[in-house]
């Protein structure tokens, strides 16, 4: 019994050493860890995330609109023949510009030439027959003054000098009859422009009206046609007051930019597509711009007065809406923001003032209240090239 005892004491002895022992080691691990977290939490609150900004601005933004268009001639005509003949030559080169009123053609005008003699031999004989009637009136009024006619005979001379000058005048509207039939023997240029594809030859027949010759296409100045939204029609209409609003042509191969002015809104607004049809004129002493191209149109349509713009890169899109951060007191601040118009690099907003400092590079890393470490934007493009430049 006496050792039985004894035995009990000796393991409860070694069963309080054990535990004694494992909770020393507990304690020492929990104030190692109680010792390092506090330097973990100062370290992750010292950490300021590096950001470029920029201020926004206080500006007029304008508002373009943007569309496909076509270049079309402002004058293009088809040069037709007035009278049917055989062509006998031919005045100038396929593809030559050519001037107002120069000869392209000459037909055969024998006839139209005999026709216009004929017209002239006639008025020559009844102008002769004139001057007779006038001499006879002349000596029936002596005659009557000395009472050797009577007035009967002298009212009959007068009716016949009035009946030649009638004559006489039929006779010249006869010659100048056949003088415009001659004169369509010789086909003129309507208008200045570039001759197209010449599709007689000489010793061809042409019928009147039916033959298509040339065409004579304008080139200088020159339409770009497009079509703008019906909700556009009074800021079009008010610039057409003013000359008509600017618009820029850009050929889609990027062979060029020109500016024009919008000259043209049609008068009737497309059910189908709720657009007009619009023209702008433009200057082409280079020939640059060529019938049928197609060129993308951007017209300034208003402009966004005291605009606060901000850039688009800065903008972001989130589950809750747009947003953008702006550094307050070194700190990362969220502000919602609305789009009012968004162009190229630019946006007008509301929902920030004028000289916020908008976080545009290192805004991905951001979260509100994290204090925030500022750079110019230059200054980290150029930091970033360097180090491009440093990497073997």
């Given at each position: 019994?006496?050792?039985?005892?004894s035995?009990?004491t000796?393991?409860?002895?070694?069963?309080l050493?054990?535990?004694?022992?494992?909770g020393?080691?507990?304690?020492?691990?929990?104030a190692?860890?109680?010792?390092?977290?506090?330097a973990s939490?100062?370290?992750?609150?010292?950490?300021a995330?590096a950001?470029s900004?920029?201020?926004?601005?206080?500006r007029?933004?304008p508002?373009?609109?943007n569309?496909n268009?076509?270049?079309?001639a402002?004058t293009?005509?088809?040069?037709?023949?007035?009278?049917?003949?055989?062509?006998?030559?031919v005045?100038?080169r396929?593809?030559?510009f050519?001037?107002?009123g120069e000869?392209?053609?000459?037909?055969d005008?024998r006839?139209?030439?005999?026709?216009?003699?004929?017209?002239?031999a006639?008025?020559?004989k009844d102008?002769?027959?004139?001057?007779?009637?006038?001499?006879?009136?002349?000596?029936s009024?002596?005659?009557?003054?000395?009472?050797?006619?009577?007035?009967?005979a002298?009212d009959?001379s007068?009716t016949q000098?009035?009946?030649?000058l009638?004559?006489l005048a039929?006779?010249?509207a006869?010659?100048?009859?056949?003088?415009?039939?001659?004169?369509y023997?010789?086909?003129s240029?309507?208008h200045?422009?570039r001759?197209?594809?010449?599709?007689?030859?000489?010793?061809?027949?042409?019928?009147?009206n039916?033959?298509?010759?040339?065409?004579?296409?304008q080139?200088?100045?020159?339409a770009?046609?497009?079509n703008?939204?019906?909700?556009?029609?009074?800021?079009?209409?008010s610039s057409?007051?003013?000359?008509g609003?600017v618009?820029?042509?850009t050929?889609?191969?990027?062979?060029g930019?020109f500016?024009?002015r919008?000259k043209?809104?049609?008068?009737?607004?497309?059910?189908?597509?709720?657009?007009?049809?619009?023209?702008a004129?433009?200057?082409?002493?280079?020939g640059?711009?060529?019938?049928?191209a197609?060129?993308?149109?951007?017209?300034?349509?208003?402009?966004l007065?005291?605009?606060?713009?901000i850039?688009?890169?800065?903008?972001i899109?989130?589950?809750r809406?747009?947003?953008?951060?702006v550094v307050?007191a070194g700190k990362?601040?969220?502000?919602?923001?609305?789009?009012l118009?968004?162009?190229?690099n630019?946006a007008?907003?509301t929902?920030?003032?004028?000289?916020?400092?908008?976080v545009?590079?290192?805004?991905?890393?951001?979260?509100?209240?994290?204090?925030?470490?500022?750079?110019?934007r230059?200054?980290?493009?150029?930091?970033?090239?360097?180090?491009r430049a440093?990497t073997?």
């Amino acid at each position: 019994m006496k050792t039985v005892s004894s035995l009990f004491t000796l393991f409860f002895g070694l069963s309080l050493a054990f535990v004694a022992g494992c909770g020393g080691k507990t304690d020492g691990a929990g104030a190692a860890g109680a010792a390092s977290a506090p330097a973990s939490g100062a370290s992750a609150t010292a950490t300021a995330v590096a950001v470029s900004t920029v201020k926004a601005l206080k500006r007029d933004l304008p508002v373009l609109f943007n569309a496909n268009g076509s270049v079309t001639a402002l004058t293009s005509v088809d040069v037709r023949p007035q009278v049917s003949s055989v062509v006998t030559k031919v005045h100038f080169r396929e593809g030559q510009f050519v001037r107002a009123g120069e000869l392209l053609f000459t037909l055969d005008a024998r006839s139209d030439e005999a026709n216009v003699a004929k017209a002239q031999a006639q008025l020559a004989k009844d102008k002769a027959a004139l001057d007779d009637a006038q001499r006879q009136a002349a000596r029936s009024r002596q005659l009557l003054a000395q009472n050797f006619i009577s007035q009967g005979a002298l009212d009959t001379s007068i009716t016949q000098v009035d009946a030649l000058l009638a004559t006489l005048a039929a006779d010249q509207a006869a010659l100048d009859a056949s003088r415009v039939a001659l004169s369509y023997s010789r086909i003129s240029a309507p208008h200045a422009g570039r001759a197209g594809a010449v599709n007689v030859y000489p010793g061809s027949a042409v019928q009147a009206n039916l033959t298509s010759l040339v065409t004579i296409t304008q080139l200088d100045p020159i339409a770009v046609s497009f079509n703008l939204p019906q909700r556009n029609l009074p800021d079009a209409m008010s610039s057409l007051k003013d000359g008509g609003a600017v618009v820029t042509a850009t050929l889609a191969d990027g062979a060029g930019t020109f500016s024009g002015r919008l000259k043209f809104v049609d008068n009737t607004v497309d059910a189908g597509s709720g657009t007009l049809k619009v023209k702008a004129v433009f200057d082409n002493h280079e020939g640059k711009l060529w019938p049928g191209a197609f060129v993308e149109v951007s017209q300034t349509v208003s402009v966004l007065k005291d605009a606060v713009v901000i850039p688009q890169a800065s903008i972001i899109q989130g589950a809750r809406g747009t947003i953008v951060y702006v550094v307050e007191a070194g700190k990362a601040a969220m502000k919602p923001v609305k789009v009012l118009y968004a162009q190229d690099n630019d946006a007008a907003v509301t929902g920030v003032k004028v000289g916020d400092q908008i976080v545009l590079d290192g805004r991905q890393n951001l979260r509100p209240g994290v204090p925030v470490l500022e750079r110019a934007r230059e200054a980290a493009s150029a930091a970033s090239g360097a180090k491009r430049a440093a990497t073997p």
